[in-house]
């Protein structure tokens, strides 16, 4: 399901309506959830203890959301499960990355999983693609909008081998930098 958001008054100042993909997944942001939107900012209160700001959001949920668009997966999560529903998108958000409370960025890692080397293959063209399209485009995770800049590949999507049996099952693997700038949005 596909909205957009209404540039408004700011169409003037540059800004500009962006799609924004609902994914249906609502992630709980805690207690304070319903007062302050979501950050990129991720530092703790000293004194409290506490979280004072959110962290950029879960970017394997991001990446979730993006790909249930898509009609050519049997399955995707963070998980797999035994036996996976093929061809199935294992999401894995990877150490790594940077927030300078700007622009924050993160590390992901796909493992595309078919019974077929040549379906692998082809859809991780199609998966390579449509995370290339993720560039510039607002995802909704569990209600609040998240703005996704660049992406960057770290790794092209190839062929690696999954079991001992290659007729099990075929993988494609590939990482990407995701950046979001959530506090660079005008206000």
């Known amino acids: 399901m596909s909205d957009s958001v209404d540039a408004g008054a700011g169409a003037d100042a540059g800004i500009v309506a962006v799609p924004i993909v609902d994914s249906g997944w609502n992630v709980d942001f805690g207690p304070i959830a319903d007062t302050v939107p979501p950050d990129t900012g991720s530092s ?5 203890e506490e979280p004072t700001e959110f962290s950029f959001a879960n970017l394997s949920e991001v990446v979730i959301a993006w790909f249930l668009q898509v009609d050519w997966l049997g399955d995707l999560g963070i998980d797999m499960p035994n036996p996976p529903t093929l061809p199935y ?10 927030d300078n409370r700007v622009t924050a960025r993160g590390l992901v890692s796909l493992d595309l999983f078919a019974n077929d080397l040549g379906v692998a293959i082809t859809l991780g063209r199609r998966m390579h693609a449509r995370m290339l ?7 909704a995770v569990g209600g609040w909008p998240v703005p996704i800049g660049e992406i960057k590949t770290l790794q092209l999507p190839g062929y690696s081998p999954y079991s001992d049996d290659p007729l099990l099952m075929h993988r494609v693997v590939a990482s990407y930098e995701v950046r979001s700038d959530w506090d660079a949005q005008p206000l």
């Not at 998108?89 to 940077?98: D, K, R």
Request: glycine fraction near 10%.
């Open 44 to 48: 703790v209160d000293s004194a409290a």
């Open 133 to 139: 399209a993720l560039r510039n485009q607002v995802v």
């Open 89 to 98: 998108l294992l999401v894995t958000q990877i150490p790594g990355g940077t």
